[in-house]
């Protein structure tokens, strides 16, 4: 079922640039060749769910500072099996690293809730003594209530709200590039 929903996620949508349209190509190819490519399990890759917490009244993003990266991001990870869909997945994602509930995502013309960029990137998640893998990232926005308080997990270093021209230094182009288009999407 999560297999189909996350062919769906991806055939429906439509990318906004040619490197994000090639990357949708490229996973819907992983999972074409994969039945388990959603899956932490599955080698050399896989995909993930993550979501960018956002206050659009406030115009800020908050960001986690990943303790094995060392470095501030959206929240997300792996899909889990009691995730019904990739969306669910990045929003219990977003909700257990923020503490924060009501967090709602952005939806797509068909009323679902639609990924906004896709990011590739290599990884150790199965430990140190493992070979690299690769994440296939579907990245979604979510946002978050008025009022809503953050409550740091222990997946994280520390969990703070920035203001979308004051991302911390310890950011990478791909967080920079996800809070753009979620500061766009929002506006």
Not at 5 to 19: F, G, I, N, P, Q
Not at 65 to 76: D, R, S, Y
């Amino acid at each position: 079922m999560m297999h189909a929903d996350a062919v769906r996620a991806l055939t429906s949508w439509t990318a906004a640039e040619a490197d994000q349209e090639q990357l949708r190509g490229d996973y819907l190819a992983h999972l074409a060749e994969h039945q388990d490519g959603l899956w932490r399990s599955c080698r050399p890759a896989h995909l993930t769910a993550s979501a960018a917490v956002v206050d659009p009244a406030a115009g800020r993003v908050l960001l986690t500072l990943h303790p094995k990266v060392g470095l501030w991001l959206q929240m997300g990870g792996h899909c889990e099996p009691g995730d019904e869909t990739l969306a669910a997945a990045a929003l219990r994602e977003a909700t257990e690293e923020s503490g924060i509930t009501g967090l709602r995502l952005l939806s797509g013309a068909d009323g679902h809730p639609s990924p906004v960029k896709l990011d590739r990137h290599r990884v150790r998640c199965a430990g140190k003594d493992q070979p690299e893998n690769t994440h296939l990232d579907v990245q979604y926005v979510a946002v978050a209530p008025a009022g809503a308080r953050e409550l740091i997990s222990e997946e994280s270093l520390d969990l703070r709200w920035f203001a979308y021209d004051e991302l911390p230094e310890l950011t990478d182009v791909s967080v920079r590039r996800l809070v753009d288009r979620a500061r766009e999407l929002t506006a």
